[in-house]
């Protein structure tokens, strides 16, 4: 009888085995399934809301990623206006923030304040041009800032009104992170039909158009 049970018991067993080995290297041999990489985040150059001077339709679109506190931005503000003179019917300016210093934010938010009223351009080259009465102060300078929109024919109700707009904030907080994204590292960077400006000049600047447009 115990003969007769070794006969099946063990028969039994090796096929077990043998049945466990084979799934083993099915499985080892079996194509595995790639895991796609999470996507990196991508930016846009533009975003809603972007406040343009300049045809529509021009042949060549400038970005200036720009902070209204940084000195280099104010001391680049009479050549980047020189530029617009000059190709008044070939150059769009689209303007976005990138925001470093401490009064940096509450002037990017008065300067939506004032776009809102139709005022955005008027109140950029107050900002930049008149820098030194407001930018690098402990103080809060929104006093200033209304001062800057009382020169500006705005109602100061709506103007004040712009330092606790949500919207605001959210458009301030995308073109920071999307400026980031694009390898903006400092203010002002342009870019020139979508290409980084290497190097910052009036030379360089015009440079980078006149290619354009020679295309």
Same mark, same amino acid.
């Given at each position: ?6 006969? !099946? !018991?063990?028969?039994? *067993?090796?096929?077990? *085995?043998?049945?466990?080995?084979? !799934? ?10 790639? +895991?796609?990489?999470?996507? %990196? $985040? #991508? ?17 060549? %679109? !400038? ?8 000195? @280099? ?14 190709? $008044? ?25 004032? @776009?809102?009223?139709? &005022? ?11 820098? /030194? ?7 809060? +300078? #929104? #006093?200033?800032?209304? @001062? ?13 009104? /712009?330092?606790?707009?949500? %919207? ?8 920071? /992170? ?6 903006? &590292?400092? %203010?002002? #960077? ?26």
């Amino acid at each position: 009888m115990k003969k007769d049970i070794k006969l !099946v !018991v063990f028969p039994l *067993i090796a096929l077990i *085995i043998f049945g466990g080995l084979l !799934v083993f290297f099915n499985k080892k041999d079996a194509p595995v399934e790639e +895991v796609s990489a999470p996507s %990196t $985040p #991508t930016a846009n150059l533009l975003r809603e809301g972007n406040y343009m001077k300049g045809p529509k339709d021009a042949r060549v %679109t !400038v970005v200036e990623f720009f902070d209204p506190e940084c000195e @280099g931005c104010a001391a680049f503000h009479p050549i980047l206006q020189k530029i617009l003179a000059e190709y $008044p019917n070939d150059v769009h300016l689209i303007a976005r923030y990138m925001l470093f210093h401490g009064n940096s934010f509450p002037a990017a938010l008065a300067l939506e304040g004032a @776009g809102k009223q139709g &005022k955005y351009w008027e109140m950029y080259s107050i900002l930049l041009e008149r820098q /030194s009465e407001w930018s690098h102060q402990d103080k809060p +300078v #929104t #006093t200033i800032f209304e @001062g800057f929109a009382k020169e500006l024919k705005l109602d100061l109700v709506e103007f004040n009104k /712009s330092y606790d707009d949500i %919207t605001f904030k959210a458009a301030l907080a995308q073109d920071v /992170s999307e400026g980031k994204l694009l390898g903006v &590292k400092g %203010t002002p #960077t342009f870019f020139v039909n979508g290409q980084i400006l290497m190097n910052l000049s009036y030379n360089d600047l015009k440079a980078a158009i006149d290619k354009e447009l020679a295309r």
